[in-house]
């Protein structure tokens, strides 16, 4: 079970505080109506889901009730960095080159 | 009980007359396979057990042949009993070797028939021995295909240790969080050196050990010994620093320490569970007091982990080696020093190592005879065995004990000469008549907690076993584990890995700078022999031909049939596992994996290392599923949400619908009403005359700021730029997807505040929708959400009686058609109190829904009844809403739409304004090319020929009805009633293409055999002009 | 019209009115308590002052409370603050406030929402601790200190009071939940409660 | 007609003949080549679906040159880690063909392979604890039954009588108001799947190659031509199928695709051995776990999905506490039964909880992924037509509706309202 810290709140707190909000980063496309079927299903919902260095989103849903970002390595199940949203995160790790 | 004591006292041949943690003043009294026995406090069931000569404690899965009990700790294979004299404290698979004895307990073997002694299945075992090798249910009962589930039937009722109760479980479960900064586990030497160390920073410390005192592996060694290991720790005897260690310790308040608890399973990020046996005395002694908390399981989240696990002693691999009599070295010395039981009277010990030489010390100085010591290694040169011979025990070495005689238990013990590889046998063999055999093949680091988190153990050529590998959470480990077996450095170990776990936090205090000082040993062992890395026995036959030689006891695994099967291509140590339930058991292989693994090893010509380990995982040993369930069960399952009203209801008899965690009234019986008849009662009082409907459980979001509306028109597909203060207007929300998501409600309370309202259901999801677009994608926006559905009271009152009504009881809102219009809302006082009145129907009558706080609702509510009478004033459920709405062809979300449903497939184009400068949530989703196909679902009304006939709810529309299964479905029924007022059944569906093709017929063939014809309709059955509600 | 208020407890299903002498815990039930929601974002700086000066009281920070005469002043988020005073004067603070913010933020008045209890005696530690998740060490959970966190099934607001008590604030629909759930776990310690709504 | 000559036949007689001969002349079940440099067909992933998926190409196809690789061991992944059971009662057509095309295989899988996989026709129940999952049960139960697949609607007590150990009494939290039960359904063992498949595969001539991890796609002009392995380096094929359940967000990144998955943690737990309390498999949604009993006596029970992405083959504890509140809310009696084991598995859950069996952007890369936490049963089925579409390379009429460009047109094929758990 993880320990998430809170940017918000600005503890670590238990997993069962918080709920996973899938990828992070993920921009909704300016202008929706002028995307192609394609684009608009990419962003619906095709994912990296990479093995391995991550950044996702997850929701203080018991504590504070924020959105933040999380960068965690879905291998080791490490997490290297909470961060508030529009904040930036990078790796100390070159590995993150696939990163947005 | 009727049976004189002093003749269970006598029976207990195998006590010895002094010595052992036990209190001999306290004799207990239990049953095993109905005949009683006597014990005492401090014993566990398994040392009384032995105590009574008992040597048979079950039999064997596969083979039914006799087991006796091996180890005295939780490593035991064998001694897995059925515990409990009543049905509902039936307790499956109880280790003996841990359980205390508990006075008036009623034990069993979980197999053998008539009785574990005299198993009539044994004849199969020993019959389909040969047969039953691994693979064997693969290879066979295929023919004829249909008799495999009557094969399956005997092999089941074969299977199985114990048995489960069939009652629910009387006792009490709960959880403890903790959050320490230490974690010990295991108060062995290395542990309790570990505390010490760590509680003098001043930081949490928390010790936990399995057993039922601290002391771990000294509680069998460590009191006066006059042979080798005769030591001493700071100049006291081993257990009188253990106690004066436990006394520093439980004085320091920020120290915690538990005894009888496991820590089970080691999590992520430095997270264990850790279950604690409490209280079985009421369970299992049969009294009739009210238990307490039976189990507890304690939840720890720790900034650092001590991992002071110890090890366990590996049991020889050799022919026969399961007869009862077999043991492990020091789980002999245990009985005799710790619970001063004697197993037997004539010993042969076999031992790889100069610790096994201890079981033959103890033995001889409980005056029972050593008949020999069996050392596979050539010419060792060891304080150990110099003493021994020096005592007059005979020391074979260059020697290995080949094989067990005997039926029901140890007779004699075959020996050999073996080579210096171990490897095969060089001379003949002979037999040594005994009744007990003690064995060592080394030790096991218990490296099981470590490996949780999915860090792999790695082989230690100098501890002849795996320990913990590389980890990314804060986890020290020490002694034992480590393979450190020196008392001196166990000591070491425990004070370094103590002080550096709790220095983690200060950088100035890192790498074990906490000044503790080291318990110091003093001890009279001078010279030890290298141990042998020896693991199955070499037998003068191969092992495909000697007699079976046992590898893991529970599961009749043995090493002819590893080798089978690396031979059938099962390479890896994981097929090797499966394919033989290799440390499948209930003590998932702690005595059995590394032997197996050895044999993998030998018999593919690889490395120990090389073959690897398998997988450890939760638990370290198995936790009853009630302790894990915790306190959450029954009525505190999940919580159940009350509306402000809700007694009130109870009261009025109202049978419940689950919503979501809400009870809400479904319908009111009255007297012997049946549900149909109190329905129909409820639907015309309220069409005729007023309803009352407690509508709280509504989700309710203030929503304030000056992007209010802005926002709105983001995630509701309709335009919200024109709704002025004080009216009210319905929305429709969807996904990205364009799908459905929840309807709704809002009212606009001013220019820059609104009040939303949800479903019941969707309600805490609709709002973390809202903050999720707020949040991480318009933060520019300047609104804020608050969930107020607890704040609000909501009473709905429907009909054409409502307006009088509720004029009654208010005097400041003008209630005239003029001032105060459909989809109006208005505030003022209901019974005198504040209150926000909306006019909206979802019953297509003259409504009113009156929203008071939450602890003015049921004075608003008890109000409305107190004048109602004259108006016929009924309580409905959320039953007759249904059917209400369902005649207004309303929707409900989720029960007439599904996920795949968009607003234009309800025929609800006019609540999407495509034209909305800001492209909406779901409006390009409902684009796309599937979802604008013509011959989509849409809802339709549903006219079922029969009006008396309610089609059920979820029957399948086809189009022809005779046509051969698989047939074409066109769609479902979402929504069915029997419509009291209209005096028809009516329904809702979602059709292909429905939306054009009302007036035609479609057909509901039914399980029952049954085929009903519909015809296709407008949804809406009630007054299709909307005159009823704009009165 | 007079009216009374009813408490969020007052239909529990234990209808528990009695005390279990030598309880490990007490549980007072503050019936209805005036609670206001206050949100505004802590950038706006003018407003935040404005606020202040109503309030009488900086707005404390993550996971802080204040106290002043008239009220206690919870944070709950970086944007929200919870605010419980005696009902007579919510009107009064919560219009003052809707003033201050000056059309931004928000002020709801929740006074409804919540069941207001307060848990005390030997055995409060134990409790919280086969209750929550949360670190509710003394060394950790100071007195004053607030913290949105579980509590058996249910979502609460916890603050930290002197003596080791500890406040609860929950949703008064789950308000009958938390208190058969305080009632098995003090299945070992007993427990008294008190209702000190009037 | 049986690939295998008589004397590697498994038979009663056979285990008897062992037995004289002391089981030293058992035979391997498969072989441990060395790959060749080129394959027509390149299966990735020894799961119990892409080793189907290579026993279809050379049975029903004749395909020879067909290798399977293992970045493990065969049968490790899913396969190996789930609660085995089987059922076709889904609600939308195109699942309930692919379903009970896979159905109808496992009715003869053991005498097809001559292994006997264990197949169990105990049937399966899926409990409804509110009124919403009665009409979806009644819907999901009408629509199999015109599908052509049994299923019937129970009610309380009917459920009572086919479990007597559950607690059907009405008090509990959220009480049993029916069921949907199919009788054909139950469970296998799924090691026997993966190994029996694995054993026919390799007697038609299919080279499983075990330890053998595939580390990057050779991708030229847009058309993927081969592998390139860890332990083997390259390894050249005309066309490459990927079945590596939760792996396949890895794979596709390999070849510079994304798909609509996400890989998620499911856990599932086991109790030690007990005598038989439970005839059948017991499923809820609402309450949200599902329990059967292995024919070694232990208690088989699943939880949902860690909500996460996770490719640690575990998952946090809270889900399994939650679990095991359920089973205790509908089994109040197996609450002093202990809890031996747990683990979990790596699901490539899809949008719409269906699968993806598909070509792709790239020319000759085929994908079969996305069955998520609900794949073994459809083992067989799954194998089988994907077999056809690599053979074919183009889908057939059971597997064009789970293409890829679904996720762009929109025409998904959402089985989460109706089937919720979809295991
Ligand atoms: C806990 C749990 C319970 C479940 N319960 C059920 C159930 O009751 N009923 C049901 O129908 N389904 C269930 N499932 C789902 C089911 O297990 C899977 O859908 C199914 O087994 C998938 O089979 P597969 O052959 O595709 O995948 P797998 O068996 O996972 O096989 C994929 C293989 O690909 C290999 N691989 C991956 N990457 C590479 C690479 N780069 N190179 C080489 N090889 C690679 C992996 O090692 C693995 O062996 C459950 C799953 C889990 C985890
Ligand atoms: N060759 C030998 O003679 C030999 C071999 C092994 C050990 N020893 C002796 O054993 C001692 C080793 O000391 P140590 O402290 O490292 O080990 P230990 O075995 O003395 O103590 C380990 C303790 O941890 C407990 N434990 C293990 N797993 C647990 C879990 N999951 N939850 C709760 N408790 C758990 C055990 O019950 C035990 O009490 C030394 O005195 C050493 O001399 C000697
Ligand atoms: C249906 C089923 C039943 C299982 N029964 C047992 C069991 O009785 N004992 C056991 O130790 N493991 C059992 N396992 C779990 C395996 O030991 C193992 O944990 C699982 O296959 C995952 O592999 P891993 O733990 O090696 O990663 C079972 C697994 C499955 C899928
Ligand atoms: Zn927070």
């Given at each position: 079970m993880f320990l998430i810290h809170c940017p918000y709140c600005g503890e670590d707190r238990e997993e069962e505080e918080f709920h996973a909000a899938g990828e992070a980063h993920i921009a909704r496309p300016l202008d929706p109506d002028a995307c192609s079927d394609e684009e608009w299903g990419n962003y619906l919902y095709f994912r990296r889901n990479p093995r391995g260095l991550h950044r996702e989103l997850w929701v203080h849903v018991a504590g504070c009730g924020k959105y933040f970002n999380i960068a965690r390595d879905t291998a080791s199940y490490q997490i290297h960095g909470s961060y508030r949203i529009g904040e930036r995160f990078t790796w100390s790790d070159a590995e993150d080159s696939a990163a947005p | 009980m009727s049976i004189d004591p002093n003749y269970l006292r006598a029976n207990q041949g195998f006590r010895l007359a002094d010595g052992g943690r036990i209190d001999r003043g306290d004799p207990l009294i239990f049953s095993f396979a109905g005949r009683r026995l006597m014990g005492y406090r401090g014993d566990t069931l398994a040392s009384a057990l032995l105590a009574n000569g008992v040597r048979i404690v079950g039999r064997s899965f596969k083979y039914a042949r006799p087991r006796g009990i091996v180890c005295a700790g939780v490593e035991e294979p064998n001694a897995i009993l059925q515990i409990g004299g009543r049905e509902e404290t039936q307790?499956?698979?109880?280790?003996a070797t841990e359980q205390p004895l508990i006075d008036g307990m009623v034990t069993r073997p979980v197999n053998g028939w008539p009785n574990a002694d005299a198993d009539l299945m044994s004849i199969f075992g020993s019959l389909g021995g040969a047969l039953m090798t691994p693979g064997f249910y693969y290879k066979t009962f295929m023919f004829p295909a249909s008799r495999w589930e009557s094969y399956e039937w005997f092999i089941r009722r074969a299977a199985g240790l114990g048995k489960s109760s069939k009652l629910p479980d009387p006792d009490r479960y709960d959880h403890m969080n903790h959050h320490v900064d230490v974690l010990v586990v295991g108060a062995g030497p290395t542990g309790l050196a570990a505390a010490l160390a760590a509680s003098e920073s001043g930081k949490r410390v928390l010790l936990i050990d399995e057993r039922s005192e601290a002391g771990g592996s000294l509680l069998w060694s460590g009191d006066a010994d006059k042979y080798a290991w005769g030591e001493a720790i700071d100049a006291m005897l081993p257990m009188q620093w253990v106690a004066n260690a436990v006394r520093r310790l439980d004085a320091n308040p920020q120290v915690a320490r538990l005894t009888h608890t496991t820590v089970t399973g080691y999590h992520d990020h430095n997270f264990l569970t850790a279950w604690e046996r409490r209280d079985d005395t009421c369970a299992f002694s049969g009294s009739d007091t009210v238990p307490g908390t039976r189990q507890r399981l304690h939840k720890i989240r720790a900034a650092s982990v001590v991992l002071a696990t110890g090890a366990h002693e590996r049991p020889l691999v050799f022919a026969n080696n399961d007869l009862p009599g077999c043991m492990t070295a020091s789980a002999v010395s245990e009985y005799i020093r710790r619970y001063a039981v004697i197993p037997g009277n004539r010993l042969v010990v076999m031992t790889a190592n100069d610790g096994g030489y201890r079981a033959a010390f103890d033995w001889k100085q409980a005056?029972?005879?050593?008949?020999a010591v069996i050392d596979p290694r050539h010419d060792p040169d060891s304080s150990a065995i110099q003493q021994a011979r020096e005592a007059g025990i005979t020391v074979l070495t260059g020697s290995a004990l080949v094989e067990a005689r005997g039926r029901k238990g140890v007779t004699g013990a075959l020996v050999a000469p073996i080579n210096k590889l171990a490897t095969f046998v060089t001379g003949d063999t002979r037999l040594l008549a005994c009744d007990t055999i003690a064995t060592s093949g080394g030790w096991s680091p218990a490296v099981h907690l470590s490996c949780h988190t999915g860090s792999r153990p790695v082989w230690d050529d100098a501890a002849i076993g795996f320990v913990p590998g590389p980890t990314t959470e804060r986890r020290y480990a020490g002694g034992s584990l480590l393979g450190h077996h020196a008392l001196a450095q166990c000591l070491a170990d425990g004070t370094e890995i103590g002080a550096q776990a709790c220095s983690v936090y200060s950088d100035e205090q890192r790498e074990g700078s906490i000044a503790a000082s080291v318990p110091q040993v003093q001890s009279s062992n001078t010279t030890e022999a290298a141990p042998m890395a020896l693991f199955a026995v070499p037998h003068p036959k191969p092992s495909s031909r000697a007699p079976k030689q046992f590898v893991d006891f529970q599961n009749d695994v043995t090493a002819a049939g590893i080798e089978q099967s690396t031979r059938e291509g099962f390479e890896s140590i994981e097929h090797v596992k499966r394919y033989n339930a290799l440390g499948f058991g209930t003590d998932q292989g702690k005595t059995g994996n590394v032997n197996g693994m050895a044999i993998v090893a030998r018999a593919l010509g690889k490395t120990l290392p090389e073959v690897g380990t398998t997988v450890f995982r939760p638990n370290y040993t198995p936790v009853t599923m009630g302790a894990v369930g915790g306190a959450h069960v029954r009525e505190l399952f999940d919580p159940e949400r009350y509306t402000p009203m809700h007694r009130w209801h109870v009261k009025a008899g109202a049978e419940f619908e689950n919503v979501g965690q809400w009870k809400r009234p479904w319908y009111y019986p009255q007297g012997n009403e049946s549900m149909s008849e109190a329905i129909a009662r409820e639907q015309l009082a309220t069409r005729n005359g007023v309803g009352i409907l407690d509508a709280s459980t509504l989700g309710k979001i203030d929503i304030r700021g000056p992007d209010a509306r802005e926002f709105l028109a983001r995630v509701y597909t309709n335009s919200w730029a024109k709704l002025a203060p004080g009216r009210c207007r319905y929305g429709l929300m969807c996904g990205e997807d364009g799908m459905v998501m929840d309807d709704g409600v809002t009212a606009c309370l001013a220019d820059d505040h609104f009040h939303m309202t949800t479903t019941t259901g969707g309600a805490a999801h609709v709002l973390s929708w809202l903050e999720l677009w707020q949040q991480t994608e318009w933060p520019e926006l300047d609104i804020f959400f608050t969930s107020v559905t607890d704040q609000w009271a909501t009473i709905s009152i429907a009909g054409p009686n409502s307006r009088a009504l509720l004029d009654e009881l208010t005097d400041d809102i003008d209630l005239s058609a003029e001032a105060f219009g459909f989809m109006d809302f208005r505030t003022g006082h209901v019974a005198g109190i504040a209150a926000r009145v909306f006019r909206i129907s979802f019953t297509g009558d003259l409504s009113y829904e009156i929203n008071v706080p939450a602890h003015h609702g049921q004075t608003v509510w008890d109000a409305l009844f107190n004048c109602g009478e004259r108006y016929g004033l009924t309580p409905y459920g959320t039953e007759t809403m249904h059917v209400l709405r369902a005649e207004k062809g309303f929707i409900i979300v989720g029960q007439d739409t599904d996920g795949s449903v968009t607003p234009y497939d309800l025929d609800h184009g006019w609540a999407v304004a495509g034209n909305k400068p800001f492209s909406f949530i779901g409006k390009r989703g409902m684009q796309r090319s599937d979802c604008t196909r013509e011959e989509r679902k849409q809802l339709v009304g549903l006219k079922c020929s029969d009006p008396n006939t309610v089609i059920p709810e979820g029957a399948q529309a086809v189009?022809?009805?005779?046509?051969?299964?698989?047939m074409s479905m066109v769609g479902h029924v979402t929504s069915s009633y029997y419509s009291a007022f209209l005096g028809r059944s009516i329904a809702m569906g979602v059709i292909k293409g429905g939306l054009k093709r009302k007036g035609e017929k479609v057909y509901f063939p039914l399980a029952d055999g049954r085929t009903l014809e519909a015809t296709l309709c407008d949804p809406v059955f009630l007054d299709p002009e909307g005159a009823r509600g704009k009165v | 019209m007079t009216t009374t208020a009813r408490p969020p407890l007052a239909h529990n299903a234990l209808g528990r009115t009695a005390s279990a002498e030598n309880a490990g815990l007490t549980i007072t039930d503050h019936g209805v308590t005036g609670l206001l929601v206050l949100r505004v974002k802590p950038e706006r700086v003018e407003l935040v002052k404005a606020v202040e000066t109503v309030l009488g009281v900086a707005l404390p920070g993550a996971l802080q409370s204040a106290t002043v005469d008239l009220a206690v002043v919870r944070w709950m988020s970086p944007d929200a603050w919870l605010i419980s005073l005696e009902m007579t004067e919510r009107e009064r603070i919560e219009a003052a406030l809707v003033q201050a913010l000056d059309g931004h933020g928000a002020v709801v008045d929740v006074s409804g929402g919540y069941a207001h209890i307060e848990l005390s005696g030997p055995s409060v530690l134990e409790v919280l601790k086969t209750s929550t998740a949360y670190d509710v060490h003394p060394d950790n959970f100071v007195p004053g200190k607030v913290v949105g966190t579980t509590f058996a099934k249910a979502t609460v607001l916890l603050r930290a009071l002197g003596g080791g008590s500890c406040e609860v604030l929950v949703r008064r629909s789950l308000a009958d939940y938390v208190l058969l759930w305080l009632d098995k776990a003090t299945t070992d310690v007993g427990m008294r409660y008190v209702n000190n709504s009037e | 007609m049986s690939v295998f000559p008589k004397k590697r036949r498994f038979s009663g007689l056979g285990l008897v003949k062992q037995a004289l001969k002391h089981q030293e002349g058992w035979q391997r079940m498969w072989r441990s080549p060395a790959p060749r440099e080129h394959y027509d067909i390149i299966v990735v992933g020894a799961g119990g679906h892409g080793l189907a998926t290579a026993h279809y190409l050379a049975?029903?196809?004749?395909?020879?040159?067909v290798a399977v690789l293992e970045k493990g061991w065969l049968g490790g992944g899913n396969t190996g880690r789930n609660t085995t059971i089987v059922r076709s009662n889904y609600l939308w057509d195109e699942a309930a063909r692919l379903y009970e095309h896979a159905m109808k295989l496992w009715e003869g899988l053991s005498q097809d392979l001559n292994y006997n996989v264990m197949f169990s026709q105990r049937g399966v129940m899926n409990l409804g604890h509110t009124l919403q999952d009665m009409r979806d049960i009644q819907r999901r139960v009408n629509a199999n039954r015109l599908n052509g697949i049994d299923g019937e609607v129970l009610n309380a007590r009917q459920c009572k009588q086919i479990v007597p150990i559950m607690d059907t009494s009405g008090r509990t939290r959220y009480p049993v108001l029916g069921a949907s039960w199919q009788p054909r359904a139950g469970v296998a063992r799924h090691d026997a799947v993966a190994w029996g498949y694995a054993r026919a595969a390799d007697a038609r001539g299919v080279d499983i190659i075990q330890q053998c991890e595939v580390i990057d796609i050779v991708v030229e002009n847009g058309c993927a031509v081969g592998v390139e392995t860890r332990q083997h380096g390259r390894i050249r094929a005309d066309r490459i199928g990927c079945v590596a359940a939760g792996n396949s967000g890895v794979l596709a990144s390999m070849a510079g695709i994304e798909l609509p998955i996400e890989s998620h943690p499911l856990q599932a737990f086991v109790s030690e051995p007990i005598k038989p309390i439970l005839d059948t498999v017991v499923m809820s949604n609402a309450v949200h776990g599902y329990m059967s009993q292995s024919d070694k006596g232990d208690l088989v029970i699943g939880a949902g999905i860690d909500s996460y992405v996770g490719y640690g083959q575990r998952g946090s504890y809270p889900v399994i506490e939650h679990t095991m509140q359920a089973i205790l809310e509908l089994f109040p009696c197996v609450s002093r039964v202990h809890m031996n084991r747990q683990w979990g598995g790596i699901v490539d859950t899809t949008p719409d909880a269906c699968p993806i069996i598909s070509k792709t952007p790239i020319e000759n890369l085929f994908f079969n992924c996305g069955w998520g936490t609900g794949g073994f049963k459809a083992t067989p089925g799954s194998g089988h037509v994907f077999a056809d579409l690599l053979a074919n390379g183009e889908p057939n009429e059971l597997t064009a509706p789970f293409a890829l460009d679904r996720f762009h047109s929109g025409a998904l094929i959402d089985e989460h309202g109706a089937a919720g758990v979809a295991h």
């Open positions: - | 307790t499956p698979n109880v280790r005056g029972r005879e050593v008949v189009r022809d009805p005779a046509q051969p299964i698989p | - | 049975s029903v196809h004749s395909q020879a040159k």
